[in-house]
């Protein structure tokens, strides 16, 4: 085919198939030197354009049934498609051309065209080119303000689009059991909230950010460029993946803990006596999970609760229950300390968190232990402030500043801050333990214990992330 007739076929026939409908076909009747094939053209459920082949008249078989018995058939094929095309690369003359001029007298419209050179390759280039019908987006992930994650999708392109477009990424992959990261494409109409599941696809990424190049190949497929290894399609099942997300997202990887400080409040509401229990079990599920580690770090243990401000009573410091102990130290203090029962919260709506923070300080400076401490308070109330409050909360006796504090602990120890809070709500998360914690923050009533020893720096491998967490400025 000469190159001006080659390109006049493969834009009318883009155009047939850009203006394709979803639930028609596309009909093109391919007449060779002795054989016919008759080609439908469709749109599956995503939009992406796909082909069937169906052999009209076999090679060796222009005897087996009549040139008019043909047509009909062709015709009968035909009869709901959205447009017709034939394509000839035979000599004229020969009985499957004769074929063409039956479908030249039906009535029926068509268009046809001369095509020697391979119809096939041709019909590739074009559905290749075909623009998108659906937006094409990534299956990402987000950071919840408290430090959950959920699915979100990121745009890669839009209806239109054609092959040869590109789209920068800058994606944070979190490698680890149960299996690596994988990058799903969904294609979904506009105006639409249902996506469909057009790949999967995954491969040996090293936890961290990565810029990634997404291209437009073809409609159904997106290459992916930038990543250390190639991808191939990943076997998991949709439900499969979507198990994999975690509750909360474990934070990057912190230095090794050797010095674990566990403070619990002891103040609870009189109509929840119970809660204390709740904050201690806590704790002891952690000390657990430590106590046959071979490296596992010290623990040390105390308690505070609320101040009195009793006329002649003096306050006293937050007790230490054990210093620089080992896992099983700390697990039989924690009995000791639920033995002693909780303390009623006072109308003061806040606990010695402030002071707490001063005796873990002081415990520090005299201690020659070694290595990263991080501090795990569990308990629900703020710190008394250092000052007195237009909100009439008293301040601590001693007038001490819990910010003060923390930031000596951080900057002077290196110091590591997590904690438990007894009503976690994620989507609004309590401020002052947000300010005060490093990473996410967990709830009383069900602690991922392999996020929450990440989180603590106690964990040697991190678990990963189903799908990539999208990077933002």
Request: with cysteine.
């Amino acid at each position: 085919m000469a190159e001006p007739e080659r390109g006049l076929l493969r834009e009318a026939l883009g155009e047939a198939v850009a203006r394709l409908p979803d639930g028609r076909d596309l009909a093109v009747v391919q007449i060779g030197k002795s054989e016919i094939f008759l080609w439908k053209v469709y749109r599956d459920s995503l939009g992406v354009p796909r082909t069937k082949r169906r052999t009209v008249l076999p090679a060796a078989g222009e005897a087996c049934q009549p040139l008019e018995g043909i047509v009909y058939d062709i015709l009968d094929n035909v009869r709901e498609s959205h447009a017709l095309f034939a394509v000839e690369d035979s000599a004229r003359g020969s009985a499957p051309w004769k074929v063409l001029d039956g479908l030249r007298g039906s009535g029926r419209a068509l268009r046809d065209f001369v095509c020697p050179a391979p119809f096939v390759d041709l019909l590739r280039e074009v559905l290749a080119e075909d623009p998108l019908t659906r937006m094409y987006e990534l299956v990402t992930l987000r950071r919840t303000p408290g430090g959950g994650a959920e699915m979100q999708t990121t745009p890669l392109f839009p209806v239109g689009a054609q092959r040869g477009e590109t789209t920068p990424l800058t994606l944070r992959f979190v490698s680890g059991p149960p299996g690596p990261p994988a990058l799903a494409l969904v294609a979904s109409a506009q105006h639409a909230q249902a996506f469909g599941l057009l790949s999967v696809l995954s491969g040996p990424v090293e936890s961290g950010v990565h810029t990634v190049t997404a291209e437009l190949v073809r409609p159904g497929r997106v290459r992916f460029e930038g990543l250390p290894a190639p991808l191939a399609e990943d076997p998991r099942s949709w439900n499969e993946l979507v198990s994999c997300l975690p509750e909360r997202l474990e934070p990057a990887a912190r230095p090794r803990t050797e010095h674990l400080v566990c403070a619990v409040e002891t103040s609870v509401p009189a109509a929840d006596p119970e809660r204390l229990k709740e904050r201690i079990a806590r704790v002891r599920q952690l000390l657990a999970g430590l106590a046959d580690a071979p490296d596992a770090p010290r623990v040390s243990l105390l308690s505070y609760g609320s101040h009195r401000f009793a006329w002649g009573v003096p306050e006293q410091e937050p007790p230490v229950w054990c210093w620089e102990g080992g896992p099983e130290d700390a697990l039989e203090r924690l009995d000791r300390l639920a033995a002693r029962g909780p303390q009623t919260q006072t109308p003061q709506r806040a606990a010695e968190v402030e002071c707490a923070l001063a005796v873990i300080g002081d415990r520090l400076e005299r201690s020659d232990g070694t290595g990263r401490t991080t501090l795990l308070f569990v308990g629900e109330r703020p710190p008394f402030p250092r000052r007195n409050q237009v909100s009439g909360l008293l301040p601590c006796p001693r007038r001490r500043d819990w910010r003060l504090l923390a930031d000596d602990l951080r900057e002077r120890r290196g110091a590591g801050f997590a904690a438990i809070c007894d009503d976690h709500d994620e989507e609004d998360p309590p401020e002052f333990w947000t300010e005060f914690s490093d990473g996410p923050l967990f709830g009383l009533d069900a602690v991922d214990l392999g996020a929450l020893r990440a989180a603590l720096g106690l964990s040697t491998s991190a678990r990963g992330l189903p799908f990539p967490l999208v990077e933002t400025e």
